[in-house]
């Protein structure tokens, strides 16, 4: 089955820190990834996605690579800022249906000034 | 993209009442979702709403609790009925859009439901 591994939080950085946040995942086909961000008292919103392997999707100066090799797509950002403070949730879906998403659990980020 | 709304943002209610959510999106839109996350938790679809026939719904959501209603392409409704605390979330739909490469999925603002 579908499902996806997070790596767990909270994480504090102070700004212009280097953030990388771990994410796995196990899938039947051939899924599309995606990072979302949930900015605090706001809903989802989508940060980037990869639809193939080696593709890398970035936003924000935030950037993720579909490894297929290591069924990976970790998140980096090379100098977080405070506004980046939110939770973010890395998520797959079986593109054939563009149906179902399923999520990790989130990882909180916290960067102080 | 689209643009979603969710209407209420967010409610206090008793338990054993019934609370109906509205999302309505700008365009017409094939597939649109309901999701729910608990506090402190990830997200968990509980249904696919269908436009013109009963919804699909996940294991563990049944009809009876979480009626969904799709009348268009533009609208649904879920209700969280005979609440009781362990409801309280905060309640999201999403839709499908097709890009031009690829699909996405967009939420709306959600709904924070606390039930006392």
């Known amino acids: 089955g579908n499902s996806v591994t997070q790596m767990e939080g909270p994480v504090t950085l102070s700004e212009e820190a280097f953030l990388t946040i771990n994410c796995t995942y196990t899938?039947?086909?051939?899924?599309?990834l995606f990072w979302y961000v949930q900015y605090p008292g706001e809903g989802l919103q989508l940060l980037l996605k990869?639809?193939?392997?080696?593709d890398k999707g970035s936003n924000k100066g935030f950037e993720a690579t579909y490894r297929k090799e290591t069924t990976s797509f970790h998140l980096e950002k090379g100098s977080v800022q405070v506004s980046d403070s939110a939770v973010y949730f890395c998520?797959?879906?079986?593109?054939?249906?563009?149906?179902?998403?399923?999520f990790g659990t989130g990882t909180r980020l916290t960067v102080i000034p | 993209s689209a643009v979603i709304s969710q209407k209420p943002s967010r409610d206090i209610c008793q338990r054993g009442t019934s609370l109906t959510i509205q999302c309505q999106v700008d365009?017409?839109?094939?597939?649109m979702f309901w999701y729910r996350q608990q506090p402190g938790q990830s997200l968990t679809l509980i249904a696919t709403?269908?436009?013109?026939?009963?919804?699909?719904?996940e294991s563990g959501f049944v009809i009876d609790k979480f009626p969904i209603s799709r009348p268009n392409l533009t609208f649904s409704t879920l209700t969280v009925s005979n609440m009781s605390p362990e409801d309280s979330s905060i309640y999201l739909c999403?839709?499908?859009?097709?890009?031009?490469?690829?699909?996405?999925?967009?939420f709306g603002p959600g709904t924070r439901l606390t039930v006392t």
């Open positions: 999403s839709v499908v859009w097709s890009g031009r490469s690829s699909y996405e999925q967009y």
């Open positions: 899938a039947t086909g051939y899924p599309s």
């Open positions: 990869a639809t193939k392997a080696d």
């Open positions: 998520a797959l879906s079986d593109i054939a249906g563009a149906n179902n998403l399923f």
């Open positions: 365009s017409q839109v094939t597939m």
């Open positions: 709403a269908n436009q013109g026939s009963e919804a699909t719904y």
